[in-house]
């Protein structure tokens, strides 16, 4: 019997805990630098990126065991970004998911180099993974270093740090999220998908998919921020109004960004049939994203 | 004829600066963050560690354009981990080298993402290499992730951290630099005869090399916090003693610092002699270690 999509996220999920934890554990480092990247990674994620890698990969040839590296990397990577975004001199942020953040918790010190253990870690990860062949690891690595450097996740917290208190049009705040939301989530899909032998034309499909996705991600985030519920959001409602930061709903008051949102689930959609993935995981979970509490 | 130690140090000098403005010069991506990497990079490094490697690539067989890709990103990981050290949570130094440290002239914000863009764009570098032969490219992602990683470099900063204001014996300063300063000089040495085919035995005593290299390096560094010349260290003498940290005059005087420098050298050499390389520019650069002024 097939399992409900809550089953099905939920195995995943304590899968890649486990694989992150192992990868964690085996470190032989100072001890309260392990204890602060353990903190963050282990600070209530949803995994939702390392389970769309898996999804991604199960809509072509599966193979489980060669995901699990780039699911761990890229979880260390969103999470070396939550505590640098989180900083003092960055969004200043003392709880996330309802939990102290690690500055807070450790030092400002000890959470910046924590951010950079993370980060560099996860390359490593990748390149010691003996399930996966030299070209595969070129490959991810290649794909994970564009994805979330310059040119991707940390150009979009530039930008999204420079468009504060500024007035952004609505297709600067679709560049903004498409690298510092985007690449992440494309890297899920795109990483997935390579490892499970996906064709070229398919890959172009479901690159398009990711980018719906990521929007989709975003908008969803900006409506929580206005009607969502603060124990669940697990950070105050309303502090995107305080940052007087631009969101889909000031752009396009809150019917418009739930318009804008089912325009991108409409298209999100197609490029998955396109990529013949259409019968896979990744609908549920689109949908699963678009309707999320938190 | 053969080039004296100064032009040779120049010549590589300009070479590798030529490599890592290409490489940051095609980045497309927001000025400021560009601005920002381009001014820590080009803040009057003296490409020690890049050199180093392409030295020790020259002890065995030759191969310029194969070392490029790891100069210019074991140069950018040494760079990432100045900006970040400098940072106010950290060492809160205003001045490196004479000029003004990166989030003094930029922000703390954006000082934290160009370190972290460093990080992540080195990776991509080697990845990118089309001189590199995918074994390589793989072996030298392997060396630099666990060497600038949490056991290693990032390992060194904590612990550094940890150990200020406490007294520290010998073996734990030892340890600190070891990992701090010393895993990137290895990871020069190790990266540059790999690259040259070194075999396993000669690869043994070069990695006991670099281990004395590393302490020269730290050893020189004490000294010269104490009888430095400011305007050439570029950074205010007295600051170790002023900050109570441990250093090697101040467990062993001046003169017994002097010694065990000395002591390091006569060990160093004899590392470089087993590994057939001691005819090398290895053994010259040694030099210019022990007696450097800034």
Chains 1, 2 share one sequence.
Do not use: C, W
């Amino acid at each position: 019997m097939k399992r409900n999509l809550t089953e099905y996220i939920d195995d995943y999920k304590s899968m890649i805990d486990q694989q992150i934890e192992k990868h964690l554990n085996k470190l032989q480092i100072p001890e309260q630098l392990k204890e602060s990247m353990f903190y963050s990674v282990q600070a209530g994620g949803k995994r939702i990126r390392p389970i769309l890698l898996i999804a991604s990969n199960q809509a072509y040839d599966h193979y489980l065991e060669k995901t699990f590296s780039s699911a761990v990397a890229l979880e260390m990577i969103h999470t070396y970004s939550l505590i640098h975004d989180d900083l003092p001199a960055m969004d200043n942020d003392d709880y996330r998911r309802g939990k102290l953040t690690n500055h807070k918790v450790f030092s400002e010190a000890t959470a910046i180099l924590a951010g950079d253990a993370l980060l560099t870690y996860s390359f490593e990860v990748i390149v010691d993974d003996p399930n996966l062949s030299s070209n595969e690891k070129i490959k991810l690595i290649k794909m994970l270093s564009k994805k979330s450097g310059p040119k991707g996740m940390v150009a979009g917290q530039v930008l999204d740090m420079e468009a504060e208190n500024k007035s952004t049009t609505l297709e600067e705040l679709e560049n903004i999220h498409k690298l510092k939301t985007g690449q992440l989530l494309q890297f899920s899909i795109m990483a997935g998908a390579f490892l499970g032998n996906a064709s070229k034309h398919e890959l172009i499909h479901l690159k398009q998919f990711s980018e719906y996705l990521g929007l989709i991600f975003q908008v969803q985030d900006d409506i929580l921020d206005i009607i969502g519920d603060e124990s669940k959001v697990g950070k105050p409602i309303g502090s995107d109004a305080d940052q007087q930061k631009s969101t889909y709903p000031k752009l396009l008051g809150l019917d418009g960004a739930r318009e804008k949102k089912n325009e991108y689930v409409k298209k999100a959609k197609e490029a998955l049939f396109k990529a013949n993935a259409g019968e896979s995981r990744l609908v549920e979970l689109t949908d699963y994203l678009t309707r999320r509490d938190h």
